[in-house]
């Protein structure tokens, strides 16, 4: 009856829109952290697929959580090793850092591995409108909303940590035909980090670029305005109409403050704390329950209410930062 189920709600899901979570673990040991985030996201999406790729003895190790809340195993040893992942492992190609910082080589290794896999998994399970995820990132709002705001043209979805590198925390990839284009790039430009790679790409494929973080340059731009930093009229781009919703997209930010707010809501779900509200000058950071009494958080500028769909929280107990105890 379960797999009856099951099948039921993912058939359901995808006839909405085709989408899937994948994460990708390649150490001998899973982060516990990515128990929460998987909680995380059935607190907000009931029918969206979730893959995780993985050892077996991993999944093993966590079987009975996995298949309560419908994660699909994928063996990481079952995928085929691309002639591309044979090259990067002999060590023909590292960025900049690797070669300078020898200590940083074992990061970068996992980062491009994780991604290597990726493509792998999808060259065999040719799903389009994938979110890729890090243990340590809460959702706080369904995918099938936020794939709403993301337009068919688009093949990616990124989040800026500054100017010249991409979060890795929270990814939408259109596509195989989408992900072989970052490998193209990786063995043809220079670059120090994975983060700085996607950056190079963003930079590139600006028309196949969905920017998650869109509201967050519109929210500090306006503040800084108002703080008289900036020359950008205080009002004027909270007026922009592009038919998107004003969420914004945390790529390690809004988590580090979020961290420091007790969650004490008040009977009308919306007051303001009295401690640790104010973070930065002219904003309001604040937990808040939905309508269906799942806590989530906002930032008020002004008369402006922007949601946070999600925090990267990747240090610590993750469990005061869900939504559902």
């Known amino acids: 009856m379960r797999f009856f189920i099951l099948c039921f709600v993912v058939i359901s899901g995808l006839c909405a829109k085709e989408h899937a979570v994948v994460f990708v673990e390649t150490r001998s040991v899973v982060s516990p952290q990515i128990l929460d985030s998987i909680k995380q996201i059935r607190t907000f999406s009931y029918a969206t697929p979730i893959y995780f790729v993985t050892h077996k003895k991993n999944f093993i190790l966590y079987r009975d959580f996995f298949v309560q809340n419908d994660v699909f195993f994928i063996g990481q040893e079952s995928l085929r090793i691309s002639e591309e992942h044979k090259i990067f492992r002999k060590g023909h190609h590292m960025p900049l850092n690797c070669i300078r910082f020898p200590n940083e080589k074992r990061f970068w290794n996992e980062q491009a591995e994780e991604f290597f896999y990726l493509a792998a998994f999808l060259q065999e399970h040719p799903i389009k409108n994938v979110f890729f995820m890090t243990p ?190």
């Not at 369904?142 to 068919?152: A, D, G, M, P, Q």
Request: proline content about 3%.
């Open 136 to 325: 340590g990132n809460l959702m706080y709002c369904s995918f099938e909303e936020l794939l709403e705001s993301i337009s068919f043209e688009k093949e990616f979805g990124f989040t800026n940590v500054d100017q010249e590198n991409i979060s890795l925390d929270l990814l939408y990839i259109r596509d195989i035909e989408a992900l072989e284009k970052i490998f193209k790039l990786m063995f043809s430009v220079e670059y120090r980090s994975f983060g700085g790679l996607l950056g190079r790409l963003s930079n590139l494929e600006q028309k196949n670029i969905h920017d998650l973080a869109r509201w967050n340059k519109v929210l500090f731009n306006s503040m800084y305005a108002k703080l008289g930093l900036s020359k950008v009229n205080a009002t004027e781009p909270m007026n922009q109409k592009n038919g998107s919703k004003k969420y914004l997209s945390d790529s390690g930010f809004f988590g580090d403050i979020f961290r420091n707010i007790p969650y004490n809501p008040s009977e009308d779900k919306d007051s303001k704390e009295d401690n640790n509200t104010h973070q930065i000058k002219y904003l309001d950071c604040r937990w808040v329950n939905d309508s269906q009494g799942r806590k989530v958080p906002i930032v008020k500028f002004g008369d402006e209410r922007y949601p946070i769909i999600n925090l990267c929280i990747n240090k610590g107990d993750l469990t005061p930062f869900l939504s559902v105890k």
